[in-house]
């Protein structure tokens, strides 16, 4: 049995990365091909031009035609398998990521605002801390989906005992009605703390 990472495949087929990708999915999906149960994880340099160089560490799977009635295999110390949701990776998309469940959460509580550290209280389930909160929180605030509060420095803001204040920003209304109605959302959640 022919066993290739998804990198050589490219190669000797010529399709674009996300052809490629795309390709293998559905092979594997429709249970043509087997694939690593796990992501091999390789260091990998890379020249940045001018910039130097820097290392990478680039996840890849292997994968192998399916022999009939084959559910999985064993090749140098790994295990290929068919497809099922208990070995899909989550960083497809369809684990949910973290910022798409931040996103959920304040989206489904759009007429309440929460402190930071309230936002991981209910997301700990998930696997949350409070650098993965605000990381995403920051990006959706310059992308104007979030309103963050915090208390106003004199070129910055700092957290509030508790954290920052979070609000969402409605987008089917005009947005300074929406700012307005966040920004108030943020004045009432501070008033109870």
């Not at 994880?41 to 940045?48: D, G, T």
């Not at 929460?114 to 209910?122: L, Q």
């Not at 963050?148 to 920003?169: A, C, M, N, T």
Request: positive net charge.
């Amino acid at each position: 049995m022919v066993v290739l990472s998804s990198r050589q495949i490219g190669g000797l087929t010529g399709l674009s990365k996300f052809a490629l990708w795309e390709a293998l999915r559905r092979c594997w999906v429709g249970g043509l091909a087997l694939r690593s149960e796990k992501p091999i994880c390789e260091r990998e340099l890379l020249n940045k031009g001018r910039a130097g160089r820097s290392w990478n560490m680039r996840p890849y799977h292997l994968y192998g035609l399916k022999p009939a009635s084959v559910d999985q295999i064993e090749y140098q110390g790994l295990r290929l398998v068919q497809f099922s949701t208990s070995v899909k990776d989550p960083r497809g998309g369809s684990g949910g990521s973290k910022a798409g469940k931040i996103l959920d959460f304040l989206r489904s509580h759009k007429n309440e605002a929460f402190f930071s550290t309230e936002i991981v209280k209910a997301l700990k389930d998930s696997g949350f801390r409070p650098g993965d909160v605000m990381a995403n929180l920051r990006r959706y605030e310059r992308k104007g989906v979030v309103y963050v509060r915090g208390y106003r420095g004199h070129d910055r803001q700092s957290p509030f005992k508790e954290g920052y204040l979070i609000s969402w920003i409605e987008q089917s209304i005009d947005r300074d009605k929406a700012l307005t109605e966040a920004i108030e959302r943020t004045k009432g959640a501070l008033a109870q703390s």
